[in-house]
């Protein structure tokens, strides 16, 4: 009986219809391919032990039918004999020990990255679903209060969410831009054109100091110290481990780095691929100041 080591995918289906159990097959796992046979088939399993006693195999054969790959094939040689049983147990793998306890390490490291990552994809699941979640919840607020103070409030909670989710989507930049200028600028004029241009807003503000949307003093505590424990578990979780995108960046040579220079290539796409949606996103930031204007004017007595 002879075994072609290279054309075996340890597959321990000669080991399992061995009616005499001689065959002895020890398997690791790869994370990856590690070749094909002749036939073409994915090697994925290193062969860290293939041990046949031919002292128990009563060559029936068996093994040979089972073999997918046809690695096993009986040889005309059946008279064996020697003072010592086990010099009749050959070994057909060519793996020294050093290179299968290398291999049981790389598949430990695997495993144990595997399971990072999902607890970090389970993460950042929960937080897009907190941020989708929160972006909608304030967006069907916002259109129902008649409060406009109230719903720029909300307006900002939305526009918030909405920079989160940018992030989940890799345009950092589209994320930064949302925060600092339609969230620090655009709504925050807005806001204050409304608040110091009307009494009436303040003073309606000051009567329902009790109803809807406004809590006492103990609430506001209590979500002050629940985002805290959000940002300090957030930034934990940074330093522990990179996240995978940044990772895939790396490995693919398009990490971004301060050194670079991503205002010419974002000058460059806006004026070349997206001239188009850049102005008319212009028109409508020049729309919403006039709205504001507008809004924030003062009546005249008649």
């Not at 020294?96 to 993460?123: I, P």
């Not at 259109?143 to 918030?160: E, G, P, Q, S």
Request: with cysteine; charged share 20%; hydrophobic share 50%.
């Amino acid at each position: 009986m002879q075994v072609d080591i290279d054309d075996c995918i340890v597959c321990d289906l000669c080991a399992k219809a061995c009616p005499v159990d001689c065959i002895e097959i020890e398997a690791i796992k790869s994370p990856e391919a590690i070749g094909k046979t002749s036939d073409g088939s994915v090697k994925r399993l290193y062969p860290a032990k293939f041990n046949i006693d031919m002292a128990k195999c009563m060559y029936c054969g068996l093994c040979t039918v089972v073999c997918p790959t046809e690695c096993i094939v009986m040889t005309n040689e059946y008279d064996r004999s020697s003072q010592k049983l086990t010099d009749l147990i050959y070994g057909f793998s060519d793996m020294t020990d050093e290179q299968v306890a290398q291999r049981k390490a790389e598949w430990t490291q695997f495993q144990a990255e595997r399971r990072r990552q999902s607890k970090n994809k389970s993460m950042e699941t929960i937080l897009f679903y907190a941020f989708a979640t929160l972006a909608i919840g304030s967006a069907l607020l916002l259109v129902n209060l008649k409060n406009i103070a109230r719903a720029l409030f909300l307006f900002f909670i939305v526009l918030f969410a909405m920079a989160g989710l940018y992030l989940f989507a890799l345009a950092d930049f589209v994320a930064i831009t949302q925060i600092m200028v339609y969230v620090g600028g655009v709504l925050i004029l807005m806001l204050f054109a409304f608040m110091l241009s009307n009494k009436e807003l303040l003073k309606d503000l000051q009567d329902s100091s009790g109803s809807f949307l406004s809590m006492p003093r103990w609430q506001a505590v209590v979500l002050a110290i629940g985002f805290l424990i959000l940002m300090i578990f957030g930034i934990a979780e940074w330093h522990q481990s990179i996240p995978t995108w940044i990772q895939q960046a790396k490995e693919n040579n398009t990490e971004i780095i301060p050194t670079d220079n991503n205002i010419q290539q974002i000058g460059l796409r806006f004026m070349t691929f997206y001239v188009l949606p850049f102005e008319v996103i212009s028109v409508f930031l020049m729309m919403a100041l006039i709205g504001a204007s507008h809004l924030s004017r003062k009546e005249r007595n008649r």
